[in-house]
Nanobody
Framework: QVQLEESGGGLVQPGGSLRLPCAASGRFFGINAMAWYRQAQAPGKERELV?????????NYADSVKRRFTISRDNAKNTVYLQMNSLKPEDTAVYYC???????????????WGEGTLVTVSA
């Protein structure tokens, strides 16, 4: 069974940094793309795509994190990272890992989600 496990969340002061790793485990053939989403803990807030990486190409989707957040991937460890710098209180959210995983040699991929890790930015 394939699982994604995030870690690295916690409380950080404004202006600080955190790095979130997410590791894929279980039996699978390969990983197409990996991404980070976040969802603020307020009524009506939807989950938003932050960063996505496919192969060596990354795309920063959320304008609010441009030049502050960087996604990277270690293929040997089946792990994706989100480096978050210059954190702001509005970055407070649950951060979720997402991966498109090929369980066989077929090109068809299944989307998996982690359970999320809470990041709180506060003085």
């Amino acid at each position: 069974q394939v699982q994604l496990e995030e870690s690295g969340g916690g409380l950080v002061q404004p202006g600080g940094s955190l790095r979130l790793p997410c590791a894929a485990s279980g039996r699978f053939f390969g990983i197409n793309a990996m991404a980070w989403y976040r969802q603020a803990q307020a009524p009506g807030k939807e989950r938003e795509l932050v960063d996505r990486i496919r192969g060596s190409f990354s795309t920063n989707y959320a304008d609010s994190v441009k030049r502050r957040f960087t996604i990277s991937r270690d293929n040997a460890k089946n792990t994706v990272y989100l480096q978050m710098n210059s954190l702001k209180p509005e970055d407070t959210a649950v951060y979720y890992c997402n991966a498109e995983i090929r369980e066989t040699s077929s090109p068809v991929a299944t989307v998996y989600w982690g359970e999320g890790t809470l990041v709180t930015v506060s003085a």
